[in-house]
């Protein structure tokens, strides 16, 4: 039987460690003044602006405001969408008809100025080409979201894997690609660790603006890592009048956590600055024993800008999220030889660091703009374990890049409604990796760096409102591998005279092998790192047709995908631990279907599904992609808009999974049973600037493994308050008045 990657849903140099053990045992609201609402957002939300769908230089959103006042609890607030999810873009912003309603509000008008001001880089979601699903801060709060993964949980073509606990590695896959093919970045930079995916679980939400979910290849906007998609991460920037956010709770698995956030800022300079932490004794993740697996996190966050000329702006990110935590480890307990997770002493600890500073000049009146950019990750995690033998790992990977952008907007003279955007890119980014061992076998090191250059060129454009077209070219330079060059194309049409519009997109994406695979060593293990691997490619498209009503109160979405991969890395486990890049052509391919409804003003419902058909080369299902996933969304706003009910319940299918045989060295496929998990979330607005509020989570006490012989979740309740206080004597200043 063919040795398959991923055994267990942990990171690579986890399989590594547990394969060493095995073998060792073998062998807020706010304070407002009674003329306003209590409500974190303070004005009616724009349709979303997609920025993850272009490298062109993004360009702010001049908004025009209107005034209107009335007495605290007189709102009529409508819901939060339950999913602003789109094949294509289809579905507005979650909360654009206002979620939270406030009495004193900006009508913001859609984006259809002329000037090069007036227009954003981004496309508004609804006339993208490329799928994209955005999830908004009013639907993390809605839904009372503490870890990003769990508001990506069976979106279209998403799919969510965690082992064990909200410490445990989570891993995210988009249309059935490894997890290792989802690109994630945090406010532009990209903090895929040297593994090459992205663990999750040291995402937390406090500071999340929006989360931009593309589907398809995207290495020609990214380069490498894009194969199946990428989550694009947006924090907030902080504009507004002087306020200071706290928030509190507590609940099962004596668990208690809070945030404590202070922002301010106008166009001219802004800033925010968050602090978050949560600690939990957690549950046993083991389905035997009986030894609780405990966790505590921490973030702290920064970004803010400061305009030092008329046209010449500075632009700031820092991030630093930590966690620690405690594990179990695998043993071959059952009788088959197959592998089990037992309770251990084991425990982790991770950290994940990133900064960004950017200039951006404005030129020729605003119609050129250009950017000069420096990010740099640092991603580091420490393992103790405590299983059949004692080890200790070390690994630390660091990336910097540095990149300059420039983008012109072209109008049409004598023809209305015609524009274009040229956007160049130039970047050099620079990879590093360091690893220290220690345990039974002895001790052992290695490191490796690697470079390249790419230089990326974009065209789009917009016809009449009716017609959006985009198409990318990269080129990278790399020192380690062959150069290599990626496209992307795609369009949006609305057909005249229907509520009918058509999208799509092709590309070819590209997935360098990671640091790990080339570099890491593990002789305990038997693992050689293999120097000699090539890339990995893949040619993706989709097509799909949105039906809407003229107001987009009442929409559906259909879109079919297919897409191959080449050269896969994989892992052979006996008698060599070791990465190779398989011969054969993987294939997947599947439907995505999403839509929402407004009921009424106060309700709204979403939905989506997922049809995937993920196949090996040699034609065997892939593990973790179940055939069949879903989610439906339910908002409610009550209490003239105090009061908010959400409920979210998400379906993942059965899937395959692969054992690991402590005896023949194998890999076993086993099946996972299908669940379903919901997730109720109240609010209400007591006071002005008191807001209690309180979720289940696994509502059902749904027994499941999203990995096979985890235990998943078990029920559990929380309660809080959040605490808001707006300083009313800067909201003038912070609307440039």
Not at 490 to 502: A, D, F, Y
Not at 543 to 555: C, N, Q, S, V, Y
Not at 687 to 712: H, Q
């Amino acid at each position: 039987m063919k040795q398959q990657k991923q055994i267990q849903s942990i990171a690579p140099h986890r399989v590594i460690l547990g394969v060493m053990s095995i073998a060792a045992l073998a062998t807020g609201a706010q304070t407002l003044s009674a003329q306003e609402v209590v409500a974190d957002a303070t004005d009616f939300l724009p349709e979303i602006v997609v920025e993850g769908t272009t490298i062109a230089v993004s360009k702010d959103i001049k908004t025009k405001k209107k005034k209107a006042t009335s007495n605290y609890g007189q709102a009529t607030g409508t819901p939060s969408q339950a999913s602003s999810s789109s094949s294509g873009g289809s579905g507005d912003v979650a909360g654009a008809n206002n979620a939270n309603q406030t009495d004193t509000y900006d009508s913001t008008e859609e984006v259809s100025g002329t000037a090069a001001q007036d227009v954003p880089s981004g496309q508004l979601l609804k006339n993208q080409g490329n799928s994209v699903t955005v999830v908004t801060s009013q639907q993390l709060k809605a839904q009372q979201v503490r870890h990003a993964a769990d508001a990506l949980r069976s979106l279209p073509g998403v799919y969510v894997s965690r082992s064990g606990g909200p410490q445990s590695i989570t891993s995210v896959r988009i249309r059935g690609a490894e997890s290792n093919h989802t690109l994630v970045l945090i406010d532009g930079v990209e903090v895929n660790a040297a593994d090459g995916a992205f663990d999750f679980s040291n995402l937390t939400t406090e500071d999340i603006e929006k989360i931009e979910v593309l589907r398809g290849p995207q290495s020609a906007l990214y380069s490498s890592g894009a194969l199946g998609g990428v989550i694009n991460i947006t924090t907030k920037s902080g504009k507004g009048p002087l306020t200071i956010r706290v928030r509190g709770e507590a609940g099962s698995h004596t668990t208690h956590g809070g945030a404590v956030q202070i922002s301010a800022g106008n166009d001219n300079i802004h800033g925010i600055v968050t602090l978050s932490g949560r600690k939990t004794d957690g549950y046993n993740l083991s389905l035997q024993g009986s030894e609780d697996d405990g966790a505590r996190f921490s973030n702290f966050a920064f970004s803010g800008g400061v305009k030092i000329l008329p046209n010449v702006k500075l632009d700031a990110t820092f991030r630093s999220s930590k966690t620690d935590a405690e594990r179990d480890d695998f043993d071959g307990t059952r009788a088959n030889g197959l592998n089990d997770l037992v309770d251990t002493a084991s425990r982790f600890n991770s950290e994940l660091r990133i900064g960004r500073v950017a200039a951006t000049v404005d030129t020729l009146d605003g119609l050129w703009r250009h950017k000069i950019e420096f990010s740099g990750m640092e991603s580091e995690l420490f393992d103790d374990g405590r299983g059949g033998f004692v080890s200790t790992a070390n690994f630390v990977s660091e990336r910097q890049l540095y990149s300059y952008t420039s983008t012109l907007q072209l109008d049409t003279p004598g023809i209305a409604g015609v524009r274009h955007y040229v956007t160049a890119r130039l970047d050099h980014q620079r990879e590093t990796y360091e690893q220290q061992n220690a345990s039974a076998f002895g001790a052992s090191s290695a490191s490796g760096d690697r470079q390249r250059t790419g230089v990326a060129g974009e065209i789009r454009g917009e016809y009449n409102n009716i017609l959006f077209l985009n198409a990318a070219l990269r080129h990278d330079d790399n020192d380690s591998f062959d150069d290599f060059t990626t496209w992307n194309v795609s369009g949006s049409l609305k057909v005249p005279q229907t509520p009918l519009r058509l999208h799509g997109s092709v590309g070819k994406g590209v997935k360098y092998p990671s640091l790990l695979e080339l570099f890491g060593n593990f002789p305990g293990a038997g693992f050689v790192s293999n120097p000699d691997l090539v890339p990995e490619e893949s040619l993706g498209w989709d097509a799909g047709i949105e039906l809407a009503t003229p107001d987009r109160k009442a929409l559906i979405d259909v879109t079919y995908f297919s897409q191959n991969l080449k050269n896969e890395i994989d892992f052979s486990f006996f008698p060599l631990f070791t990465s190779f890049n398989r011969t054969g052509e993987s294939k997947r391919e599947g439907v995505e279907i999403a839509g929402h409804v407004d009921l009424t003003n106060a309700v709204r419902i979403g939905a989506s599904y997922t049809y995937l058909k993920a196949r090996e080369d040699d034609g065997s299902q892939e593990v973790r992609r179940p055939r069949h996933s879903g989610r439906a969304d339910l908002n409610y706003s009550f209490a003239e808009g105090l009061g908010n009910l959400n409920v979210a319940t998400a379906y993942n299918g059965e899937m395959l999974d692969l054992a690991f045989n402590n005896f023949t060295f194998a890999a076993v496929p086993v099946q996972l049973d299908e669940y379903w998990l919901v997730t109720a979330a109240a609010s209400y607005k007591v006071s002005p600037g008191i807001e209690i509020y309180g979720r289940v989570e696994n509502l059902l006490d749904e027994k499941y493994s999203e990995v096979f012989s985890i235990d998943g979740a078990p029920i559990a309740a929380y309660a809080g308050v959040r605490l808001t206080y707006v300083e009313e004597q800067t909201r003038a200043w912070s609307e440039g008045r």
